[in-house]
């Protein structure tokens, strides 16, 4: 049983399309995040929703655009593709604890990784 | 500004060698810190975690890391690494500086090639 899953796997688009990645946890948490892993590994949130609210966006291009139907669902809308959005993407989910505590484990899913042409 | 370094970017290392990964962090207010790590086309899996108590923390696979306030560091260590350890590790900090958000600050990661 995945506890984060994404789909698709892999995503090989041409530029200028537009692209949605899903993403699901069943491990109860009501915190997902998105991160983008570029061609050095480097890895930097992107976007954080607590109960379907959104928390965190680190200044992303407004042709990214999360949206949480559920706390058990986040996904992640691209618009107008470019050749630098090309990385793997990371969900992630955590539990905010009784008192909202910041210092919850977030766990990952397996990626996407989306190849801009 | 708040930031986590990892010295090594790339580590080799034989089989049944000691492994130590430095990481730094400059972070304001009260840091957890964590290490993950990333197998070849893997997702990131968590090793070990610090929140508060005891510095020395023991995670899987036989790795360990101990937080020094003092020194803004949290070094993984394992006594003999094997072939299997062959990955990419990550050290990542969350702060209540600036509010409590559980955002994953990640160093640029640590490659480490084991030879059999």
């Known amino acids: 049983d995945t506890a984060v899953s994404q789909t698709p796997k892999y995503l090989v688009t041409q530029m200028g399309n537009d692209k949605s990645i899903k993403c699901e946890q069943n491990?109860?948490?009501?915190?997902m995040y998105w991160y983008k892993q570029d061609s050095k590994k480097f890895l930097k949130i992107m976007f954080s929703?607590?109960?379907?609210?959104?928390?965190i966006n680190e200044t992303v291009p407004n042709r990214f655009s999360p949206k949480s139907p559920d706390k058990a669902h986040l996904n992640l809308h691209i618009n107008s593709l470019e050749l630098g959005d090309s990385a793997v993407y990371f969900c992630a989910s955590s539990s905010s604890g009784t008192s909202g505590e910041y210092q919850e484990t977030q766990y990952f899913g397996p990626g996407t990784r989306l190849l801009v042409l | 500004a708040q930031s986590v370094s990892q010295h090594n970017h790339h580590v080799i290392l034989s089989e049944a060698a000691s492994l130590e990964l430095g990481c730094n962090y400059s972070?304001?207010?009260?840091?957890?810190l964590f290490w993950y790590v990333q197998y070849p086309g893997q997702h990131l899996q968590l090793l070990l975690k610090y929140f508060s108590g005891d510095p020395l923390v023991k995670g899987i696979k036989g790795f360990e890391a101990e937080f020094i306030k003092s020194k803004f560091s949290f070094n993984l260590r394992k006594p003999s690494v094997q072939w299997s350890d062959t990955a990419e590790y990550f050290c990542?900090?969350?702060?209540?500086?600036?509010?409590?958000?559980?955002?994953?600050?990640f160093g640029t990661g640590t490659l480490l090639a084991v030879q059999p």
């Open positions: 990542a900090v969350t702060s209540n500086y600036g509010g409590a958000t559980n955002k994953l600050i």
């Open positions: 491990l109860g948490h009501d915190t």
């Open positions: 972070y304001g207010g009260t840091v957890n």
């Open positions: 929703y607590n109960n379907k609210e959104l928390i």
